[in-house]
């Protein structure tokens, strides 16, 4: 239990971070850190840039300079080396897209009241949206994965696997990472094929398009193709419904040659459920978004499991800036 005290001024921090975020998202938004790359610029400057009012750019300049996203010195703004690493969008570790990602969720937020009252999802899941919306949640997803993804696949001994099933891969991030760290992996992403064009461009880019193939397909509605000897489920689980999530679990198993691993990778709660912070603060986003999502605990997760069949089930102990878990068992 967290027994720190909350202040006024803790409270007063809470009730508006908001502006923080919105600052920083206008700051993306408007490519201000893309404009000012390695130069010093006066606001002026990069109001003439971005097409952007004067005294509006000026005033936004300074507050991010007061977040510490820029540095101000004699009326000229250069970039901090953490902005101009991951706010630049010339930087290979370009941060934007799950900042729009984030920035297309704040309307659903503010109406946070409104789903807790009626249970009712406020806005469609991302990958259902168009275009744009589309784009900032695969690309956010692939950029955050991919600075956490090579770390964890070398916690998770696959060395003696052959085939990778990536079950709601996405843009094929984690099918990339364990296959970079396992020479003799192949690997299937199983997505929907709105997502095709996002994983076969990052599959390529690797050059692991002869080992990674992309199928399309709806794993809550449909069934999976081929015989797998490890299949890796993450961040999938919490987008459904439990009765759905055991499905999904039991699809996955039936795809698992005798002896097949399973590992689930999410944002596991206590099995209080109310903590550790991001995840239980994730469980809200799924009531804002999803019909039936939520964040679940290692025990529900461990439970869906068993009753599909899994054993050894254990914990596999991983460090990443957001709580997120690893669960793994067998196939017997």
């Known amino acids: 239990m967290n027994t720190q005290q909350i202040t006024p001024g803790a409270i007063i921090e809470i009730s508006g971070g908001y502006w923080k975020t919105c600052t920083l998202h206008a700051g993306v938004k408007l490519d201000i850190f893309t404009v000012i790359g390695s130069e010093q610029l006066t606001s002026e400057d990069v109001a003439q840039k971005i097409d952007g009012d004067k005294?509006?750019?000026k005033i936004l300049l300074n507050a991010l300079t007061a977040m510490n996203l820029l540095v101000k010195e004699d009326g000229f703004f250069s970039n901090t080396g953490a902005s101009a690493s991951f706010l630049s969008k010339d930087a290979p570790q370009y941060m934007g897209h799950i900042s729009m990602h984030h920035?297309?969720?704040v309307a659903?937020?503010?109406q946070l009241d409104a789903a807790v009252r009626t249970g009712v999802p406020i806005r469609e899941r991302a990958s259902m949206r168009n275009e744009e919306w589309r784009e900032s949640f695969l690309m956010g997803m692939f950029n955050m994965a991919m600075m956490m993804a090579p770390g964890i696949v070398k916690k998770i001994d696959i060395s003696k696997r052959r085939h990778l099933l990536d079950l709601g891969g996405g843009p094929g991030t984690y099918a990339i990472n364990y296959c970079l760290n396992n020479p003799h992996l192949k690997a299937t992403v199983y997505d929907l094929p709105t997502t095709r064009p996002f994983a076969e461009r990052a599959i390529e880019k690797f050059g692991l398009t002869g080992r990674i193939r992309f199928m399309d397909g709806n794993y809550t509605e449909e069934g999976?193709?081929?015989?797998?000897?490890?299949a890796w489920l993450s961040h999938i689980l919490h987008g459904e419904a439990p009765e759905d999530c055991q499905k999904i679990i039991q699809k996955a198993v039936s795809a698992l040659e005798t002896g097949g691993m399973i590992l689930i990778h999410d944002f596991i709660l206590d099995n209080t459920l109310d903590g550790p912070l991001f995840p239980a603060?994730?469980?809200?986003?799924?009531?804002?978004?999803?019909?039936s999502g939520q964040a679940y605990s290692e025990q529900q997760i461990s439970d869906m499991l068993g009753k599909a069949g899994v054993k050894e089930i254990r914990r596999i102990s991983i460090q990443t800036p957001n709580d997120s878990g690893v669960i793994a068992g067998v196939i017997e």
Do not use: A
């Open 224 to 230: 999976i193709e081929g015989t797998y000897d490890v």
């Open 108 to 110: 659903s937020w503010s």
């Open 281 to 291: 603060l994730f469980s809200l986003n799924m009531l804002l978004g999803t019909p």
């Open 55 to 57: 005294r509006g750019v």
């Open 103 to 105: 920035n297309n969720l």
